[in-house]
């Protein structure tokens, strides 16, 4: 029975593989066939919505409406030329309280976020010379921001350029800039200031309109009424990997030398104008945690103790763990930009060779620290592309496939 016992696991994988290719009805829905009296595919996929993507889309409309009405007094201070200063941190703190949840919905891309991700935040496809030219353009009579303008020229990191950019230069090179560009960029100060938070405005306002709508889709959302859970399962599974491709790669390898001959790069980091890389890569790994868990309900956690797998499932919350404890700021106290800047600026060595061989000890530098960063989340993701897969017969997305780092 032992021996018996052991066979069903890569049965369950290969069926779970069968259900999540393109010809899913004659699938077996291996999800439902772990049901017990102690899992429930529904009860899980359920848990992930009610407990984890429901209460963060929830908190993350509440929070956009509280940096529309701050956004709305910047511009109210510029205006009077009276306190800018104060309005404007005031804006700058709600846009970083909206970017919290916002990055822990970053990993919660399925359902209904599956395809309304880019209107809210863009990057890496963010680009400051079009929210130049869509200032431009909305001073324009009738200007609607809702109707025929793209994502990378609006939402969360439009507004990153318009609340935390100090330069009231245009940021298009000369081969880019337009008449229309060239002669906005001849007003004073003052007026490109208060230009530049009016089409701020109009992105807190579409960004409010844009959230409220989500939260509906969300409340009217029933996961469990798919005709396979396993394809369903699949594809949160799918969206998890964005701690992979994203977190790891984009945000952690990308910015850190990985041999001798390379050096740090800050101008890589995901936030251009805000010092912001650390604290979203926390939420990222919250908003795993949270998917992973259900918030402390049946999870894929519960999924993969169903499968037989109880001491992996505890492993991957210890390592989810240790990444947001790893990334906060009592840990890691100075800025991404700081540490790479301050690092950048070494002219010896030693920097490089130190964070290739990372090891954090009692007096460690925020660089090792930085560097060690890296480290644990791989260590989530090795698993995350391994066992994790093949115990529950989940697919690896397609721009993971074949990155065995």
Known sequence: MKNLGLLLLPVVALYGCNSSSPSTGSAIDSCKALNSDTFSCEQMLGDIVEHAVQPTVVSFSTQVQALAT???????????ATNESVALIEAQTDWQASMDV????????????????????????????????????????????????????????????????????????????TPAL???NQKDDATKLVDRCSFAEKITDDLVARAQALETSYNQYDITAATNLQVVADSISDALFYIDKEVKDDKLTALLPQTSTQGFSAD???????????????????????????SGNVGLAQYLIAAGQEDLATEMVVELDAIIANSSGAYIVDSFRDILTTAQQDTGDSDV?????????????????????????????????????????????????????
């Open 268 to 294: 890589k980091l995901e936030f251009a104008f805000a010092s912001y890389t650390k604290q979203a890569i926390n939420n990222n790994a919250i908003g795993t945690k949270a998917i992973f868990t259900a």
């Open 182 to 184: 060239t002669a906005w």
């Open 353 to 405: 060779s130190d964070c290739i061989n990372a090891d954090v000890g009692s007096n460690s530098s925020n660089l090792i620290k930085l560097c060690a960063l890296d480290n644990d989340v791989k260590a989530f993701t090795d698993d995350l592309k391994g066992q994790f897969v093949l115990t529950l017969g989940f697919s690896v997305p397609t721009n993971v496939e074949g990155d065995n780092d």
């Open 70 to 80: 701050k956004t709305a007094a910047y511009c109210t201070a510029l205006s009077a």
């Open 102 to 177: 916002w990055q822990q919905l970053e990993v919660m891309q399925f359902g209904p976020l599956a395809t309304e991700r880019d209107e809210f935040y863009s990057w890496p496809l963010n680009d400051s010379c079009k929210v130049d030219e869509e200032v431009v353009f909305s001073l324009a009579d009738g200007y609607d921001i809702s109707t025929g303008v793209t994502p990378a020229r609006r939402g969360l990191d439009g507004l990153e350029y318009l609340l935390f950019n100090s330069d009231t230069n245009i940021s298009c090179g000369a081969n880019n800039s």
